[in-house]
């Protein structure tokens, strides 16, 4: 046994030994390498760059400053300047640098768009007429706020403008929601800037602000601001702004004062109570009722036309003539020995009745 297992010890270890000498015994392939044109380089002539020690002394005394070739010429000049005189900036550059980023250019309301956002009642929850958003994007918010103002009280327009654009001073929700949201009962009024959430001014109607309190009103608009400012693109920013700031008017809905109805309102609705109601005939509209008139006027004069002519035909009367025949042996005769010819109808002309039959002449 013992024997045995010497033997395919000793068996393994020459096969281990020769895969090593197999695998040390392999051709190393170097990498190839060309020069501009093509050629192969020899790994023997590929030299890394070397300075020569005229570089080193003047890389240590200061005359070459690695990184200088990528500098301008006005930094060269102040680098190897001995001379303490400073750079002199203009006053005009000064004053650029002084202005606050975001107020540095801003953007006015083009003309043509400032009719649709101030000049007209909006005619969808969203106002984009500068296509601020992609048509995707403008499909999926207004979907939402039709969706919002299927199931809520209060209506949400929103009036989208660009990040850094500057309303014009007579301009704000307030004065929208006054002039075309009047009418339209209980609405919020929103100017959103694009990118920017913490610009975003809301406007209320008359009968959420007094059932709605100032401080839970400015509490909504606050947290809806924050929603937006913690997506970090201006799309998932909007996005976030309509689903908080909808949640907060659902929640207004339930503190809306019930509505009060005044003397004048209960005597109409008194009168009308006591109103005849309609009938059927009254609630057809006009140009329905002249229609099934002329058509019901065409159809009786058509149905006097038939039956008309058909009382004419049936009191026509024919005359029918003797039909003599050519004389036989001297002597007159019909169809028959004492045939006589007659017709099958008394309603019909002679000439239509082609077959003449023999009365005589029939099976008993």
């Known amino acids: 046994m013992k024997t045995w297992i010497v033997v395919l010890f000793s068996y393994l270890s020459a096969v281990i030994w020769a895969q090593e000498d197999s695998l040390i015994e392999e051709e190393f392939v170097a990498p190839v390498y060309y020069d501009e044109k093509g050629n192969v380089l ?15 002394q003047a890389l240590q005394s200061g005359e070459i400053v690695p990184g200088s070739s990528l500098m301008g010429e006005l930094a060269l000049e102040q680098l190897f300047s001995t001379s303490d005189e400073q750079i002199v900036i203009d006053d005009e550059i000064l004053e650029i640098l002084k202005q606050p980023i975001d107020d540095r250019w801003p953007i006015e309301i083009d003309e043509a768009f400032a009719g649709t956002y101030f000049d007209k009642p909006a005619s969808s929850y969203l106002i984009d007429p500068q296509s601020l958003l992609t048509e995707r994007e403008l499909e999926e918010r207004e979907g939402f706020l039709n969706y919002h103002a299927k199931n809520s009280v209060i209506d949400l327009y929103v009036y989208l403008f660009e990040g850094k654009q500057d309303i014009p001073a007579k301009e704000s929700p307030h004065s929208v929601l006054r002039n075309f949201f009047a009418d339209r009962g209980d609405v919020a009024v929103a100017f959103y800037h694009k990118g920017r959430p913490d610009r975003v001014q809301v406007a209320y109607s008359s009968r959420i602000n007094r059932g709605v309190s100032t401080e839970e009103r400015e509490a909504a608009i606050l947290r809806s601001q924050e929603a937006a400012g913690e997506k970090s693109d201006a799309a998932s920013q909007f996005e976030s702004f309509l689903i908080e700031m909808s949640g907060c008017l659902y929640a207004m809905e339930k503190k809306l004062p019930s509505v009060t109805l005044t003397l004048e309102t209960l005597e109409k609705l008194e009168a009308a109570r006591h109103e005849p109601e309609s009938t059927f005939f009254e609630k057809i509209p006009e140009g329905v009722k002249t229609f099934i008139a002329t058509v019901g006027f065409l159809s009786f004069l058509g149905i006097l036309g038939f039956f008309g002519r058909r009382v004419i035909e049936n009191g026509r009367v024919y005359e029918f003539p003797e039909a003599e025949g050519p004389a036989i042996l001297d ?34």
Do not use: C, F, I, M
């Not at 020899?42 to 080193?56: A, G, I, K, N, T």
């Not at 028959?336 to 099976?363: F, M």
């Open 42 to 56: 020899e790994l023997e002539s590929l030299e890394l760059p070397q300075r020569s020690e005229e570089d080193w």
């Open 331 to 364: 002597a007159p005769h019909a169809a028959g020995v004492g045939g006589v010819l007659s017709y099958s109808s008394a309603a019909q002309p002679p000439s239509l009745q082609k077959t003449h039959s023999n009365d005589y002449l029939h099976r008993l």
